[in-house]
């Protein structure tokens, strides 16, 4: 079953899921772009339709509903330590294909990288509920997702879409194993929304960027040492814009925050393998001094390690490390590199 509402009717629906649970969602930040006078777009709290922003990428990822920038872990008073209170409190997020494809790799590595889930993550990745948002025409400059194959997803709860004078959405009556979700969802939009016809999410099917994939066996030491990485140390500055964007980059590090001698607070907190001191030691020994040293880390990474174990890029093709890049640097065209690269050493 389909549903349509005013906008003030999708207004009364919001303020209905915020008794329920938190709404995050694309939305705009006035004059807080990287210029003056600028609108920053980039994920935040949804109260109306007026809030909410459909027809512009945003500068961070919807990652931090799942994986917040920074969070505690525990409370430590002497020798004991007690964790935080959980919340079962649902947390609805807008969010595009690309995105929901990327909490699937954000779950490889939280919840399905060795024996142990991760306490915190799992919390908040059960409270998920995706509200899709379709993409139109061509996805937005740099998206690559059709080459990823990120462009399409049947992980969605409900689907939304802009219609006259109002919004019209769809429950996702085969999400398997999620029945409770979307009635839970569909009891709030009877109280709200008109039924209409059903109808079906409209997924991107060509982007203006495209990218070739290198094989991972050819992504071998020849690349690894290739002179290649040399020019993005003459350009990268290392100020980590490209991962706090990224939808699937989930390394964080470690701060105690104390109170007194013996009260404090652990917290993790996000971390960038582009900045200097990720791979700082004990004993002060570091590595991947050179900027370059750390794309090609980061690309490695993001196409060739995580495929190894998990059958699947950790790229989902969103494009925002490209659209952040004070440099210009773009890692679609780094990939399409690679694969020339390669092809030139096979004589191609
Ligand atoms: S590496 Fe870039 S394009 Fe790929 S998921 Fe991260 S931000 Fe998006
Ligand atoms: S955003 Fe650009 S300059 Fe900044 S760390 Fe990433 S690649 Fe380097």
């Known amino acids: 079953m389909g549903y349509w509402m005013s906008n003030s009717a999708f207004d009364e629906w919001l303020e209905h899921l915020w008794q329920e649970g938190e709404v995050f969602g694309p939305t705009r930040f006035e004059n807080k772009g990287a210029f003056s006078d600028t609108t920053l777009y980039s994920y935040g709290l949804i109260h109306s339709r007026n809030d909410l922003v459909l027809d512009h990428k945003t500068y961070l990822s919807p990652k931090a509903a799942a994986f917040p920038i920074r969070e505690t872990l525990f409370y430590f008073d002497g020798d004991s330590a007690t964790t935080p209170e959980m919340s079962e409190r649902p947390i609805y997020v807008f969010l595009r294909a690309c995105d929901i494809n990327g909490f699937d790799r954000l779950d490889n590595i939280f919840l399905h990288n060795g024996p142990h889930v991760d306490p915190y993550y799992a919390n908040r990745r059960n409270r998920l509920r995706f509200l899709l948002i379709e993409c139109t025409d061509h996805g937005f400059k740099n998206c690559f997702c059709v080459s990823m194959g990120t462009n399409i997803t049947n992980k969605w709860h409900a689907v939304v879409r802009l219609a006259d004078n109002g919004i019209v959405m769809q429950v996702n009556n085969d999400l398997a194993g999620e029945e409770d979700i979307i009635n839970e969802l569909t009891n709030g939009l009877t109280l709200f929304a008109q039924e209409i016809d059903e109808f079906m999410p409209v997924f991107v099917t060509k982007n203006l960027t495209q990218v070739s994939i290198p094989s991972t066996e050819k992504l071998n030491n020849s690349i690894f040492d290739h002179p290649v990485w040399n020019e993005y140390t003459q350009r990268c500055i290392g100020c980590g814009r490209c991962n706090t964007s990224c939808i699937t980059c989930s390394c964080f590090t470690m701060q105690d925050i104390r ?49 190894k174990r998990f059958g699947t890029h950790m790229c989902v093709g969103c494009g925002r490390c490209d659209d952040v890049c004070p440099e210009y640097i773009s890692f679609s065209k780094c990939i399409n590199r690679l694969t020339d690269i390669i092809a030139e050493k096979e004589g191609k």
């Open 259 to 307: 109170y007194d001698e013996r009260r404090g607070e652990r917290r993790r907190r996000w971390a960038s393998c582009h900045i200097k001191g990720y791979t700082d030691m004990a004993g002060g020994d570091g590595y991947r001094s050179k900027t370059g040293e750390r794309m090609r880390f980061k690309t490695m990474h993001k196409i060739n390690d995580y495929y």
